[in-house]
């Protein structure tokens, strides 16, 4: 067998989150077999926002080696449990959906049926106290436990990591170029991306090019015109601004997400400061409106200037196209609701190390990757469309149109299935479990009308000394565990 003739020069149009964390896995990956050029542009600069994020982050560092303690210092991060959803279902409601399970399932059915079944037997503890990661967010506490036994991802600075994750690229070889580029350059036989021509005449060869330029998707889409699938009508908001706050009281260990009459609201809180943003719909609300609001609702000092951004949610239909694969928000885009872009970002440099062509990539990898990819994006959208649908709020244009648009198959026979049944099923290495969802349907006032029989097998006695010890052990282990701001100050 010929040693496998891999593309020696990989090309990275742009040194934003995706850029840096592409950059530092293959850098770390491959070391010198493949020659790692980063491309990046000072005078146009990163998009300044993705400081949410969710637990598969943290085993992503843990692969690269990175040591935790050394990251959060550098990141300013601060440890998240889950995310507070308010106002969604209604005005004045609010649910959790947190990381890690809830009580204890049986292989044949969730903890819900269980739980279910237990409302019927007169047992009137919310769900939420069966759930370790729940009720430590919600006593601001926070603790590693032995055997990974606690769920958890970061709020991060999102620029301070790509700064961390350069430091590591470049000292493990990756070569880094400041530039605009200006031109893409075309190989006139076969149609692949042959050069990038910057400002200045430079011009850097490759061999494969992956697209971290962000919105602008100047590779994968300016150039080699991947096509996009638009899915506003079921994602409508399209526009955000976001501020910068001095911190008013020790951060929690979660994301806050408050919805608006024409969207919602983002509260990130960080070690040395806080993360605060509108997402807004501009049919219902224009940039000025927003921007009102969201300084009528922070708190604390503002530290920097209000950044607006407008976008479409999507996804580029060919994510990997020719020798070309997009990485980040060149790749598309859903909204920040349940921080999943930074997440698709490791899950697209991930399979890009496994995919590695030896040689030009053959149409079996590509299409593999484009299935994968897509596929990861269809379940994340559908999930983030719940959280619109499922609402009974019907107090504004915006609520409205929410609640009686169409949505896609695949998420209304999830709804009906668990409205009926109270099952949930995963599908394809799907993202969220089924932990997820009946936090989120359950949540969003989705209640299941049955349950699954093998519940009611357990005695009257059974289910209660069940219930009572789940609930007694998630309280204990709070109860121990330090307030969550005093352990990250002592760990990093
Ligand atoms: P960018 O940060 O835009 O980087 C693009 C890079 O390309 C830059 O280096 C730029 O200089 C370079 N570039 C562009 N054009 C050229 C050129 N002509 N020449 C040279 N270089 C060029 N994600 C999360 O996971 N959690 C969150 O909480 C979250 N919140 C978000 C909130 C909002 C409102 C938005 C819009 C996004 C949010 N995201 C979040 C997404 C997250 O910000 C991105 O996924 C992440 O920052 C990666 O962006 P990027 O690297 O793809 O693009």
Not at 100 to 109: E, F, L, Q, V
């Amino acid at each position: 067998m010929d040693m496998p003739n891999l593309p020696r020069r990989i090309v990275i149009a742009g040194g934003g989150t995706s850029g840096w964390m592409a950059a530092a896995a293959l850098a770390r990956t491959l070391g010198p077999v493949a020659e790692v050029t980063l491309v990046e542009s000072d005078a146009i600069g990163t998009i300044g926002v993705g400081e949410s994020t969710i637990p598969p982050l943290v085993a992503y560092n843990r692969l690269l080696g990175i040591g935790e303690a050394e990251f959060m210092k550098a990141t300013q991060a601060t440890f998240k449990l889950g995310i507070m959803f308010e106002n969604w279902k209604d005005q004045g409601a609010r649910y959790f959906h947190s990381f890690g399970g809830t009580g204890k399932d049986h292989w044949s059915a969730g903890f819900q049926h269980f739980w279910l079944h237990a409302q019927t037997q007169g047992h009137s503890e919310p769900y939420d106290d069966y759930c370790l990661e729940l009720k430590a967010a919600e006593a601001g506490k926070f603790a590693h436990l032995p055997d990974d036994r606690i769920n958890y991802a970061y709020q991060l600075d999102s620029s301070l990591y790509a700064a961390f994750l350069r430091r590591m690229a470049e000292s493990d070889g990756c070569n880094r170029v400041e530039g605009r580029i200006a031109h893409v350059e075309l190989d006139g036989q076969n149609g692949d991306i042959a050069a990038l021509m910057l400002d200045g005449g430079r011009r850097i060869e490759g061999d494969l090019f992956l697209d971290c330029t962000g919105f602008r998707a100047l590779l994968i889409e300016g150039a080699l015109h991947a096509g996009f699938d638009d899915w506003t009508h079921w994602l409508p908001c399209d526009g955000a601004v976001a501020i910068q706050t001095a911190s008013v009281r020790p951060p929690v260990p979660y994301t806050r997400a408050i919805a608006h009459e024409a969207g919602w609201q983002w509260r990130i809180p960080l070690q040395h400061r806080a993360g605060n943003g509108i997402v807004y719909c501009s049919r219902y609300m224009d940039r000025e409106a927003a921007l009102e609001k969201l300084l009528g609702t922070i708190e604390g000092e503002t530290l920097t200037q209000p950044n607006f951004m407008s976008f479409k949610t999507g996804a580029r239909r060919k994510q990997w196209h020719r020798n070309c694969i997009a990485v980040g928000l060149s790749g598309g885009f859903m909204e920040p609701l349940e921080s999943t872009s930074i997440h698709l970002i490791q899950r697209a440099v991930l399979r890009i190390v496994r995919m590695l062509p030896a040689g030009r990539p053959s149409d079996r990898d590509i299409a593999e990757f484009n299935d994968q990819q897509f596929t990861d994006m269809e379940q994340i959208r559908d999930f983030l469309i719940l959280h619109y649908k499922a609402t009974e709020r019907a107090d504004s244009p915006f609520w409205r149109h929410c609640a009686s648009m169409e949505v896609p198959e695949s998420l209304s026979h999830k709804i009906d299935l668990f409205r009926e049944t109270g099952r949930v099923f995963r599908r394809n290495e799907e993202l969220f479990a089924e932990n997820s969802w009946v936090q989120v349907m359950m949540g969003q006032g989705i209640l299941p009308q049955s349950y699954h029989p093998v519940a009611a097998k357990l005695s009257g006695e059974e289910l209660s000394y069940l219930l009572a010890s789940l609930r007694e052990n998630v309280t204990k282990t709070v109860s121990g565990m330090p307030e969550h701001f005093a352990y990250v100050s002592h760990y990093c």
